[in-house]
């Protein structure tokens, strides 16, 4: 039963690099997420989608770019790599948008941006 | 003013303490109200759901939500060490035409054996 699943789980890029954090879910939500969390900062949302071929902007999307080509997996794609992108990022999916419903959570991928 | 203010603690108790947890927001769009805990080096996991105003129970923990006062509160009771963790209020309504779901900064909860 692995639910949503998160690769890597930490990773050091330099200052420029670009790379992509993969989520992959297996519940069949139609409604998957990216957010942030930093000390003091809560969790903070990226980018959203809800549903293949649909994507949106949240409350932090620069620097980011995302894609939905199946209902399974949510790519995050990280541009060109900055010190203030050093965070916590986790990956969601839930049945509804937003909420009305649970959401369930990867185990995070930590990055350090140098 | 953010949309919800959490106190981030940290908070520290003796074992088997009640324990209070709160958040409070501006929204009054916001409908449905949700608990999460972050155990540490993991990903948040839903721990109680409620719609609109009122309390709703699950074993040691009482979720509370005072719509009037935009005030939302988790109760612990009998408080225990494995209850140490990272929680996170939440909240989502229809804000401007979209759905939307604002996470509290966390309260970072410690139960002393």
């Known amino acids: 039963n692995a639910g949503v699943t998160q690769t890597p789980k930490f990773q050091v890029l330099k200052t420029g690099q670009s790379m992509t954090l993969q989520c992959a879910q297996d519940?069949?939500?139609?409604?998957m997420s990216w957010y942030r969390q930093d000390p003091g900062m809560g969790l903070r949302l990226i980018h959203y989608?809800?549903?293949?071929?649909?994507?949106d902007q949240g409350e932090v999307p620069n620097g980011y770019n995302v894609s939905r080509s199946t209902t399974e997996d949510f790519p995050l794609r990280l541009l060109s790599a900055a010190p203030s992108q050093t965070s916590v990022y986790f990956c969601?999916?839930?049945?509804?948008?937003?909420?009305?419903?649970?959401?369930?959570f990867g185990q995070g991928t930590r990055l350090t941006v140098v | 003013q953010k949309e919800v203010e959490q106190d981030p603690g940290p908070l520290s108790v003796p074992e088997g303490a009640i324990v209070s947890l709160n958040c409070t927001y501006s929204?009054?769009?916001?409908?449905?109200f949700m608990w999460y805990r972050q155990y540490s080096r993991k990903g948040p996991e839903l721990l109680m759901y409620?719609?609109?105003?009122g309390n709703k129970e699950d074993g040691r923990f009482t979720a509370q939500v005072d719509k009037s006062s935009k005030y939302i509160s988790l109760f612990i009771r009998d408080s225990q060490p494995s209850d140490s963790a990272t929680y996170l209020c939440?909240?989502?309504?229809?804000?401007?035409?979209?759905?939307?779901?604002?996470f509290g900064q966390g309260t970072r909860l410690t139960i002393n054996p």
């Open positions: 969601a999916s839930s049945y509804s948008l937003q909420g009305v419903g649970e959401a369930f």
């Open positions: 519940m069949n939500h139609e409604y």
């Open positions: 989608s809800v549903g293949a071929g649909i994507t």
């Open positions: 929204n009054s769009a916001f409908q449905y």
């Open positions: 409620t719609y609109s105003s």
């Open positions: 939440a909240m989502s309504g229809l804000i401007q035409g979209a759905q939307k779901l604002v």
